[in-house]
């Protein structure tokens, strides 16, 4: 079963941090593009950064750009999302995608994991 798979949301302070990451399972990660896209309680699901697959590119939504910084470790598997001086905006269920174009549109990624929840206190 190919699948995505979340973990590092959780509940803390504004001004802390907190680290994603999303593993590939029946999938080799380390040959897509992968994006992070969050969704807060009534909003859409919105873009927050993407990679290329080999990790060369990188890309933010303005809200998020100088906090957050993706990266990827394609012998783990792995892709993260490092999110620093948090926010209570931020506040959200982050989930990554995989796909085959390194897109801005969630439509682009057909692989989703299930999210995560970040929940960031005043």
């Known amino acids: 079963q190919v699948q995505l798979v979340e973990s590092g949301g959780g509940l803390v302070q504004a001004g802390n941090s907190l680290r994603l990451s999303c593993v590939g399972s029946?999938?080799?990660?380390?040959?897509?593009?992968v994006a992070w896209f969050r969704q807060a309680p009534g909003k859409e699901r919105e873009f927050v950064a993407r990679?290329?697959?080999?990790?060369?590119?990188?890309h933010y939504a303005d809200s998020v750009r100088g906090r957050f910084a993706i990266s990827r470790d394609n012998a783990m598997n792995t892709v993260y999302l490092q999110m620093n001086s948090l926010k209570p905006e931020d506040t959200a269920v982050y989930y990554c995608?995989?796909?085959?174009?390194?897109?801005?549109?969630?439509?682009?990624?057909?692989?989703w994991g299930q999210g995560t929840q970040v929940t960031v206190s005043p």
């Open positions: 995608a995989a796909g085959a174009r390194y897109a801005l549109a969630s439509g682009s990624y057909d692989t």
């Open positions: 029946g999938l080799n990660l380390g040959l897509y593009p």
């Open positions: 990679i290329t697959w080999k990790g060369g590119g990188t």
